[in-house]
């Protein structure tokens, strides 16, 4: 491959439109771009010149040797010591030429992924090297040229370059009308189609109110004075101390007074709670610092020691800063603001101050740490970091709280800790509009917003590990590719522009990082966060083992002896391998599935082994499906707790959760011992390591939250908890739940399916507690809420996965499908031809028909709810569905259930489905309208939205108008 060497002059950002000028202004143009990045004051167009036609000037690599080298036909690399500064194609080169007044050097510009259009410049060592450059660029560029560049040149050969530059380079004029109210509340900017425009504007900085940690100074101050500079300073923290335990202590009178008073309106009684949260924790919590603190008095090691025994009690300052939101919308609530401003003027001042002192402990213990000798400082900067890790989880879970539209599928309490925010201009994108958008990085999720950092809203969220990082070269543009599941990356891909390198590069080293770690950690978890093609196919292979054939139950309940013996020595070849003994003179027996969840004495039975693999939880366990329903406030459900007995029942369990977790755990742990006896029978290995990890997860986590709480605030510690801990809980349950319905034929055949029951009956328990909660406290508490979105995400990701595993021959990604809400089997006729009796399936927004070969499924169409309707209702069996093909065409697909509440349970939930896309549609044309520019016309307003049709070329004029409104 050709390749030559020379050294690297300067590289810049040109905001020329070259291709848009005729060719013979090009080698004047770049002229004066040289003139102004080498000597500004010679160029003749001027300083306004140089500002409007280069932005970003790169000196990283200046005077460097670099090596120009072609990597494949027509692609060239520019890099400095193995470093790829540039790639560039021929086609993207506009123009290359000598500089005047000095022969060996070269400049050109071309199009580039990390700059948009840049201009370098090279010193060759002999001006031969420079011809070779040119030759070989130059040539090769011609023959690359396009047709719409000749066009584009030759239709303005006639305008002057000066002319043109001023018609080019200033910004359009803009009617003078009055932005929608949407868009000023949220702040973003529309961004020039052509990228030219620079009107860049200071970013949103990230607000560090952790500081960095001190350094030591050498102070050549007397040995007293510094003694009387640290008594002054702990004198000073002993002083603030105090007047902190008393606001605290006058906030708790308060709501005891509030509280007891009978004059206290209801409406300040109900948000009595909410409003002094977590103020008794940190009376309590500050009255024993305060006694350690005075104890301690100038010993500077039991002074730091005194706040590192308080760790955990630290952790309030977290639920309490949480909580903000609440209170301010209390404070500013219509009922409760003229109260509070009447009666209490000062409570929202004192409030705040919670707030605050954790910083002040940073700030004060920090100006102690400057004062103090090297011994101490190690023991003091213990109790600093402690102060920092909580003041910086704290403002985290307050910059969550202000992320606004956040759709409730979205767990933002599993993104991690924020790493890096800024504001960047979005240039390429297959869905989003080229605006400015906050970008903010944290360390699971890459989340895309508008506003600023106190007002965002959301607009779209990437998992890291779907993200693939394109641009690695220093630059001011960045891109990354989102993985859409279907192989297929190209639609997908997400160009930025940032404010400087310095910044581009900040970005690309942060997210390489933050995925690198993404993948190690995936790689290292035992849990299922995506489903490959390799964990597929082993599923597959487990689901589609034989299956033994059981005869239905007969009077006396008893199998022939050929049946026993067949089943006892099939299940002894396979399971040799995995367990050290196997009793083969136990007695078999028939077995039955309970169809509500648990398997409890006294419930009715029923035999459903189908030898079919399982596409939903609820397929063995139908109690799933109530509270899914229940948890799935987003559906519209009208269901209650009350419609469902077994619901009620566990109201309860509330203020007993201590007791029942403490009896959970040590009814798993007896099991875990039962396991390391050889004689007995033991269930597959995947479910041993889930009871292992369940049992783990309740140990470490869930029940020593319990265990530092009070009884009243017990209910409010385990939202919290699932809330807290919701990645590792959905993580262990699901994996259970998806070994636990993968191996249920073999569990029953092994009579062990009352050994495999008490996670299911436990997680039951968690998810009718919060249904209870929900029902009891309403549905605008964000714990309640998060706390759902929690339970209900487990379960949707085992059905999903489950019924990924199930089906085979499905041209997309299941997994990425939207929670399923019905299953049913049907017999199915499409445009009068009849099929076998098919299972379908009904997700948010697609109805799926499977057909069944046992033991899996065979993927037959999908249908798209956006282009179908409901057909008449023939009979009360059946109905039927509209398909649109096209303008003229319709296809029509009957289904016919079992019995009549099937239908009319498909039916309700298809028009509800059908219904919420009509009210969206409406929205969106609703906002698109009221967006639209206005024209000012006399005294009539004219409204246009104007839409490029996606079918023509962009040179064409012609536009789809919309017409609103208009008074002509």
Known sequence: MWEITGTLVVMAEVKIPLRKLPEEDHPKLVHEVYKTLVSPKESALGKDFGKKAVGEVDTYFAGQIVVLKETEANHFT???????????GLGDVMFIGAVEGCISRVIFVARSQNFGRVAVVLQMETPEDAVKVREKIGH??????????????????????IMKLTNLLSPPSKPETTPPKDSQQVGYYEVVESSDEDNWYEPTLDRDTVQTPVTAKISTTSVPDIQAQIEAEINYILTTEDTYVKLLNTLEERRKDLAANSDTPKFVIKWLSQLFRQVKSLETTHESLLQSLVEAKYDITKFSEAFVIHEKQFRF????????????????????????????????EKLRQPRLRLNHYVLMLESLYKKVDSQNQTALQKAIDMCKSYLKEADQALFLSTIKNCPSSMQKSTWGNLIHMSELQLVSSPDLPRKYFTLVLFEKKLLLARGDRDDLEFVRCFPLDEIILNTNIRGLIFSFAVNNGEGNLANKIYAFKAKNVKAQHEWVVKLKEAINTVKITLVRSNTRVSFGASTASKL????????????????????????????????????????????????????????????????????????????????????????????????????????????SDEKNYGPNMNVVELNYIEGLREQLGRLLDPNVAKPPKQIQKDLRRIYQLHIEKIKPAFDEVEAMELETEFLRTITRHGEDISSVYCDFLINRCTYHDEILDMCLEDKCIKPIDHFLKYCTNVILMQEDRGFDDALINTAAEVLHHTITAANNYLMAECINNVPFALSTCEPILLVSKMKVKIDNRSKNECQVVLVKDQLFILEIVPPLYNYICTLRLDSVSLGP???????????????????????????????????????????????????????????????????HNLHLDVARSPSMPKKNSFFHVDLKETNL
């Open 317 to 348: 300052y977290v639920y309490y800063i949480e909580n903000i939101p609440t209170v301010e919308r209390i404070l500013n609530s219509e009922d409760c603001s003229p109260y509070f401003k009447e009666k209490m003027p000062e409570l929202r």
């Open 140 to 161: 090769n560029k011609n023959q690359c040229k396009s047709e719409s560049q000749e066009k584009s040149s030759s239709t303005s050969s006639n305008q002057s370059v």
């Open 873 to 939: 209702m023939t009979n009360r069996f059946q109905f039927e569905l509209e398909l649109s093909v096209s303008s003229a065409v319709r296809r029509t697909y009957s289904f016919r259930a079992q019995n009549e509440q099937i239908v009319l349970q498909w039916t309700n939930e298809i028009r509800r489905i059908l219904f919420s896309q009509a009210e969206n549609l409406k929205k969106s044309v609703q906002q698109r309208l009221d967006e639209a520019p206005t024209l000012q016309v006399g005294v």
């Open 78 to 88: 520019l890099s400095c010591m193995k470093e790829v500064i540039l790639a560039f």
């Open 540 to 647: 597959r292979r487990k689901l589609a083992t034989p299956r033994i054939k059981i005869t239905n139950p007969t009077e006396n309940d008893s199998e022939s002896d050929d049946d026993v013996c067949a089943s006892k020595q099939y299940w002894i070849n396979r399971r040799k391998n995995k367990y050290k003994k196997f009793s083969s003179n136990r007695e078999l027996k028939t077995f039955h599935t309970k169809i509500s969840g648990s398997l409890s004495d006294g419930e009715e039975t029923s035999n459903i082994r189908h030898g079919m693999a399982p596409l939903t939880v609820w397929s063995f366990f139908q109690k799933f499906e109530v509270v899914y329903k229940l948890l799935r406030r987003d559906s519209g459900e009208s269901s209650k707790s009350t419609d469902f007995g077994w619901v």
